[in-house]
Protein backbone atom coordinates (compact mmCIF):
# COMPACT_ATOMS: atom_id res chain seq x y z
CA UNK A 1 0.00 0.00 0.00
CA UNK A 2 2.95 2.48 1.29
CA UNK A 3 4.87 2.10 -2.40
CA UNK A 4 2.01 2.25 -4.15
CA UNK A 5 0.74 6.06 -2.67
CA UNK A 6 5.03 6.57 -2.92
CA UNK A 7 4.18 5.77 -6.58
CA UNK A 8 1.64 8.29 -6.90
CA UNK A 9 3.08 11.19 -4.95
CA UNK A 10 5.96 11.04 -7.59
CA UNK A 11 3.78 11.23 -10.00
CA UNK A 12 2.37 14.01 -8.94
CA UNK A 13 5.61 15.82 -8.42
CA UNK A 14 6.80 15.01 -12.08
CA UNK A 15 3.26 16.17 -13.95
CA UNK A 16 3.64 19.73 -14.45
CA UNK A 17 0.55 20.73 -15.26
CA UNK A 18 -0.29 19.85 -11.64
CA UNK A 19 2.19 23.20 -10.91
CA UNK A 20 0.78 25.56 -13.46
CA UNK A 21 -2.76 24.57 -12.06
CA UNK A 22 -1.48 25.25 -8.44
CA UNK A 23 0.05 28.80 -9.81
CA UNK A 24 -3.57 29.67 -11.78
CA UNK A 25 -4.93 29.24 -8.32
CA UNK A 26 -3.41 32.55 -7.45
CA UNK A 27 -6.36 34.22 -9.86
CA UNK A 28 -8.63 33.86 -7.06
CA UNK A 29 -6.79 36.26 -4.92
CA UNK A 30 -6.19 39.46 -7.82
CA UNK A 31 -10.50 38.38 -8.19
CA UNK A 32 -11.26 39.51 -4.67
CA UNK A 33 -8.99 42.27 -4.87
CA UNK A 34 -11.05 43.72 -7.56
CA UNK A 35 -13.77 43.08 -6.23
CA UNK A 36 -12.99 45.15 -2.97
CA UNK A 37 -11.63 48.02 -5.21
CA UNK A 38 -14.65 47.90 -6.65
CA UNK A 39 -16.34 48.19 -3.70
CA UNK A 40 -14.40 50.77 -2.63
CA UNK A 41 -14.83 52.83 -5.72
CA UNK A 42 -18.36 52.68 -4.58
CA UNK A 43 -18.19 52.74 -0.82
CA UNK A 44 -16.84 56.30 -1.04
CA UNK A 45 -18.98 58.12 -3.25
CA UNK A 46 -21.53 57.49 -0.75
CA UNK A 47 -23.28 59.44 1.81
CA UNK A 48 -23.19 57.52 5.26
CA UNK A 49 -27.35 56.87 5.07
CA UNK A 50 -26.21 55.24 1.58
CA UNK A 51 -23.45 53.18 3.00
CA UNK A 52 -25.68 51.50 5.14
CA UNK A 53 -27.29 49.65 2.43
CA UNK A 54 -24.15 48.42 1.64
CA UNK A 55 -23.76 44.23 1.98
CA UNK A 56 -20.89 43.14 4.06
CA UNK A 57 -18.09 41.17 2.40
CA UNK A 58 -17.67 38.97 4.85
CA UNK A 59 -14.36 37.02 5.51
CA UNK A 60 -13.19 38.66 1.62
CA UNK A 61 -13.54 35.46 -0.35
CA UNK A 62 -16.14 36.43 -2.41
CA UNK A 63 -15.95 35.67 -6.09
CA UNK A 64 -12.48 34.24 -5.77
CA UNK A 65 -13.53 30.83 -3.40
CA UNK A 66 -15.46 29.16 -6.59
CA UNK A 67 -12.56 29.42 -8.73
CA UNK A 68 -10.26 28.22 -6.38
CA UNK A 69 -12.48 25.44 -5.68
CA UNK A 70 -12.43 25.02 -9.40
CA UNK A 71 -8.50 25.02 -9.87
CA UNK A 72 -8.25 22.27 -6.69
CA UNK A 73 -10.99 20.54 -8.41
CA UNK A 74 -9.28 20.31 -11.95
CA UNK A 75 -5.74 19.04 -10.27
CA UNK A 76 -7.39 15.75 -8.96
CA UNK A 77 -9.40 15.30 -12.00
CA UNK A 78 -5.95 15.16 -14.12
CA UNK A 79 -4.36 13.26 -11.44
CA UNK A 80 -5.90 10.24 -13.33
CA UNK A 81 -7.44 11.81 -16.74
CA UNK A 82 -3.92 12.35 -17.62
CA UNK A 83 -2.59 8.55 -17.41
CA UNK A 84 -6.12 7.16 -19.53
CA UNK A 85 -5.20 10.20 -21.99
CA UNK A 86 -0.86 9.16 -21.99
CA UNK A 87 -1.64 5.44 -22.08
CA UNK A 88 -0.20 5.45 -18.56
CA UNK A 89 -2.82 3.69 -17.17
CA UNK A 90 -2.03 -0.02 -18.68
CA UNK A 91 1.25 0.48 -17.23
CA UNK A 92 -0.11 1.73 -13.49
CA UNK A 93 -2.31 -1.39 -13.51
CA UNK A 94 0.23 -3.67 -15.03
CA UNK A 95 1.99 -2.55 -11.72
CA UNK A 96 -1.06 -2.03 -9.28
CA UNK A 97 -3.77 -5.02 -10.48
CA UNK A 98 -6.27 -3.33 -7.76
CA UNK A 99 -7.81 -1.18 -9.58
CA UNK A 100 -9.63 0.75 -6.60
CA UNK A 101 -6.60 0.77 -4.84
CA UNK A 102 -4.43 2.78 -7.55
CA UNK A 103 -7.47 5.26 -7.50
CA UNK A 104 -7.64 5.38 -3.79
CA UNK A 105 -3.86 5.73 -3.25
CA UNK A 106 -4.05 9.13 -5.21
CA UNK A 107 -5.74 10.37 -2.21
CA UNK A 108 -3.00 11.31 0.18
CA UNK A 109 -0.95 13.59 -2.45
CA UNK A 110 -3.84 14.89 -3.15
CA UNK A 111 -5.26 15.81 0.30
CA UNK A 112 -1.62 16.98 1.37
CA UNK A 113 -0.90 19.49 -1.79
CA UNK A 114 -5.01 20.83 -1.24
CA UNK A 115 -4.93 21.20 2.55
CA UNK A 116 -1.77 23.30 2.34
CA UNK A 117 -2.61 25.11 -0.91
CA UNK A 118 -5.99 25.96 0.24
CA UNK A 119 -5.01 27.68 3.26
CA UNK A 120 -2.75 29.49 1.11
CA UNK A 121 -5.49 30.32 -0.56
CA UNK A 122 -8.28 31.98 1.88
CA UNK A 123 -5.58 33.92 4.01
CA UNK A 124 -4.41 35.57 0.75
CA UNK A 125 -7.76 36.14 -0.30
CA UNK A 126 -8.94 37.63 2.78
CA UNK A 127 -5.64 40.03 3.74
CA UNK A 128 -5.80 40.98 0.15
CA UNK A 129 -9.16 42.48 0.65
CA UNK A 130 -8.60 43.97 3.73
CA UNK A 131 -5.67 45.46 2.37
CA UNK A 132 -7.97 47.19 -0.64
CA UNK A 133 -10.33 48.56 1.44
CA UNK A 134 -8.41 49.78 4.35
CA UNK A 135 -9.68 51.87 6.78
CA UNK A 136 -13.00 51.44 5.35
CA UNK A 137 -13.25 47.86 6.68
CA UNK A 138 -14.13 49.22 9.91
CA UNK A 139 -17.29 51.15 8.42
CA UNK A 140 -20.61 49.64 9.59
CA UNK A 141 -23.00 48.66 6.65
CA UNK A 142 -26.60 46.42 6.58
CA UNK A 143 -26.89 43.98 8.80
CA UNK A 144 -24.91 45.54 11.17
CA UNK A 145 -21.87 44.05 10.17
CA UNK A 146 -18.47 45.78 9.00
CA UNK A 147 -17.45 45.85 5.47
CA UNK A 148 -14.80 43.99 6.16
CA UNK A 149 -14.42 41.80 8.88
CA UNK A 150 -11.28 41.58 10.67
CA UNK A 151 -9.56 37.89 11.30
CA UNK A 152 -10.34 39.15 14.97
CA UNK A 153 -13.71 39.60 14.56
CA UNK A 154 -16.71 36.43 15.61
CA UNK A 155 -16.68 33.60 13.35
CA UNK A 156 -14.04 35.22 10.50
CA UNK A 157 -10.81 33.25 11.32
CA UNK A 158 -13.01 29.75 11.85
CA UNK A 159 -14.81 30.56 8.14
CA UNK A 160 -11.37 30.91 6.63
CA UNK A 161 -10.00 27.92 7.91
CA UNK A 162 -12.90 25.88 7.49
CA UNK A 163 -12.70 27.10 3.76
CA UNK A 164 -9.35 26.08 3.23
CA UNK A 165 -10.15 22.39 4.95
CA UNK A 166 -12.91 21.88 2.20
CA UNK A 167 -10.19 22.28 -0.56
CA UNK A 168 -9.41 18.62 -0.48
CA UNK A 169 -12.78 17.49 -0.48
CA UNK A 170 -13.32 19.38 -3.82
CA UNK A 171 -10.22 17.33 -4.86
CA UNK A 172 -11.55 14.59 -4.32
CA UNK A 173 -14.87 14.96 -6.01
CA UNK A 174 -12.39 16.08 -9.28
CA UNK A 175 -11.07 12.31 -8.90
CA UNK A 176 -13.88 10.97 -8.46
CA UNK A 177 -15.30 13.02 -11.50
CA UNK A 178 -12.04 12.42 -13.33
CA UNK A 179 -12.13 8.25 -12.84
CA UNK A 180 -15.70 8.45 -13.97
CA UNK A 181 -15.75 10.40 -17.09
CA UNK A 182 -11.92 9.03 -17.81
CA UNK A 183 -11.52 12.56 -20.52
CA UNK A 184 -9.87 15.56 -19.07
CA UNK A 185 -12.35 17.80 -21.14
CA UNK A 186 -15.30 16.23 -20.04
CA UNK A 187 -14.15 16.22 -16.59
CA UNK A 188 -13.30 19.86 -16.25
CA UNK A 189 -16.91 20.87 -17.67
CA UNK A 190 -18.35 18.74 -15.06
CA UNK A 191 -16.85 20.44 -12.72
CA UNK A 192 -17.81 24.02 -13.80
CA UNK A 193 -21.12 23.09 -13.97
CA UNK A 194 -21.05 21.57 -10.36
CA UNK A 195 -18.97 24.49 -9.03
CA UNK A 196 -19.86 27.95 -10.99
CA UNK A 197 -23.09 26.69 -13.03
CA UNK A 198 -25.49 24.94 -10.79
CA UNK A 199 -24.77 27.69 -7.74
CA UNK A 200 -25.64 30.49 -10.20
CA UNK A 201 -28.70 28.92 -11.46
CA UNK A 202 -30.33 27.81 -7.80
CA UNK A 203 -29.88 31.70 -6.51
CA UNK A 204 -31.91 32.41 -9.72
CA UNK A 205 -35.04 30.11 -8.68
CA UNK A 206 -38.02 31.71 -6.93
CA UNK A 207 -38.14 31.53 -3.46
CA UNK A 208 -38.01 29.01 -1.50
CA UNK A 209 -36.13 26.82 -3.65
CA UNK A 210 -33.59 29.34 -3.64
CA UNK A 211 -32.53 29.02 0.09
CA UNK A 212 -33.10 25.57 -0.05
CA UNK A 213 -31.13 24.41 -3.03
CA UNK A 214 -28.10 27.62 -2.76
CA UNK A 215 -27.94 26.18 1.08
CA UNK A 216 -26.70 23.38 -0.18
CA UNK A 217 -24.11 24.26 -2.91
CA UNK A 218 -20.40 23.71 -2.15
CA UNK A 219 -19.25 27.43 -1.66
CA UNK A 220 -22.42 28.02 0.49
CA UNK A 221 -21.57 25.46 3.13
CA UNK A 222 -18.47 26.82 5.13
CA UNK A 223 -20.23 29.55 6.59
CA UNK A 224 -23.29 27.94 7.64
CA UNK A 225 -20.32 25.00 9.11
CA UNK A 226 -17.75 27.54 10.75
CA UNK A 227 -20.75 29.78 12.19
CA UNK A 228 -24.13 28.47 11.73
CA UNK A 229 -25.49 30.97 9.63
CA UNK A 230 -25.18 31.88 5.29
CA UNK A 231 -25.17 35.50 3.56
CA UNK A 232 -26.81 36.59 0.42
CA UNK A 233 -28.79 34.10 -1.66
CA UNK A 234 -27.95 31.47 1.29
CA UNK A 235 -30.18 31.68 3.34
CA UNK A 236 -29.97 29.56 6.67
CA UNK A 237 -31.13 26.29 6.30
CA UNK A 238 -28.97 23.22 7.54
CA UNK A 239 -27.17 23.39 10.92
CA UNK A 240 -23.20 22.72 11.33
CA UNK A 241 -23.26 18.95 11.31
CA UNK A 242 -26.18 18.89 8.34
CA UNK A 243 -23.71 21.69 6.15
CA UNK A 244 -21.29 19.06 7.10
CA UNK A 245 -22.71 16.29 5.95
CA UNK A 246 -23.81 17.39 3.05
CA UNK A 247 -20.07 18.18 2.17
CA UNK A 248 -18.44 15.00 2.87
CA UNK A 249 -21.76 13.15 0.73
CA UNK A 250 -19.89 15.44 -2.70
CA UNK A 251 -16.85 13.65 -2.45
CA UNK A 252 -18.16 10.01 -1.22
CA UNK A 253 -20.60 10.29 -4.16
CA UNK A 254 -18.02 11.42 -6.76
CA UNK A 255 -15.42 8.63 -5.35
CA UNK A 256 -18.01 6.11 -5.59
CA UNK A 257 -19.25 6.61 -8.76
CA UNK A 258 -15.69 6.76 -10.29
CA UNK A 259 -14.94 3.39 -7.65
CA UNK A 260 -17.56 1.90 -9.47
CA UNK A 261 -16.93 3.15 -12.95
CA UNK A 262 -13.48 1.26 -12.30
CA UNK A 263 -14.89 -1.52 -10.38
CA UNK A 264 -17.36 -2.25 -13.60
CA UNK A 265 -13.82 -2.91 -15.95
CA UNK A 266 -12.69 -5.09 -13.14
CA UNK A 267 -15.57 -6.66 -12.69
CA UNK A 268 -16.72 -6.25 -8.92
CA UNK A 269 -19.22 -4.45 -7.17
CA UNK A 270 -17.45 -3.57 -3.89
CA UNK A 271 -17.34 0.01 -3.99
CA UNK A 272 -21.17 0.73 -4.90
CA UNK A 273 -22.88 -0.85 -1.97
CA UNK A 274 -19.82 0.73 0.54
CA UNK A 275 -20.41 4.31 -1.32
CA UNK A 276 -23.96 3.58 -1.33
CA UNK A 277 -24.30 2.87 2.57
CA UNK A 278 -22.27 5.89 3.60
CA UNK A 279 -23.98 8.51 0.76
CA UNK A 280 -27.66 7.17 2.81
CA UNK A 281 -26.05 7.46 5.99
CA UNK A 282 -25.17 11.23 4.96
CA UNK A 283 -28.27 11.90 3.74
CA UNK A 284 -30.29 10.92 6.84
CA UNK A 285 -28.10 12.88 8.69
CA UNK A 286 -28.79 15.52 6.37
CA UNK A 287 -32.88 15.16 6.41
CA UNK A 288 -32.87 14.58 10.79
CA UNK A 289 -30.77 17.38 11.41
CA UNK A 290 -33.06 20.30 12.64
CA UNK A 291 -31.69 23.51 10.39
CA UNK A 292 -30.12 26.62 12.17
CA UNK A 293 -32.26 28.98 11.09
CA UNK A 294 -35.38 26.73 12.39
CA UNK A 295 -35.79 28.55 15.55
CA UNK A 296 -39.16 27.91 17.85
CA UNK A 297 -40.88 31.25 19.54
CA UNK A 298 -42.56 30.46 22.82
CA UNK A 299 -45.55 33.08 23.71
CA UNK A 300 -45.63 34.64 26.68
CA UNK A 301 -47.96 36.63 28.15
CA UNK A 302 -47.40 40.24 28.17
CA UNK A 303 -48.85 41.94 31.36
CA UNK A 304 -49.29 45.72 31.66
CA UNK A 305 -50.28 47.93 33.97
CA UNK A 306 -52.91 50.86 33.20
CA UNK A 307 -52.53 53.43 35.88
CA UNK A 308 -56.27 55.30 36.63
CA UNK A 309 -56.50 58.51 38.40
CA UNK A 310 -59.12 58.59 41.14
CA UNK A 311 -60.55 61.48 42.39
CA UNK A 312 -59.86 62.11 46.41
Known sequence: ?????????????????????????????????????????????????????????????GTGLPVAYFIVGALGALSITHEHASGQIRTSLTVVSKRQLLLFAKVPALALITLVAGQILVFGMH?????????????VVGGGRALGPSLGDPGVAAELLTAGAIMPLIAMVGLGVGALIRSTAGSLVTLVMILLVLPIVSGALPTPWRSRISSVMIESLPTQIASGEGTGVFALLLSPLAAAAALIAYPVVALTAGAVATAVRGRRIRP???GGLITALLATVIAISPGAGAGSLAWQPHHSSVEVPVAT
Open 1 to 61: MWHVIASEWLKFRSLRSNLYLLASSLISILLCVGVAYLVSRGFDGQSAEDRLRFTSLGAGL
Open 127 to 139: FATQAVLGDRAEQ
Open 272 to 274: LVV
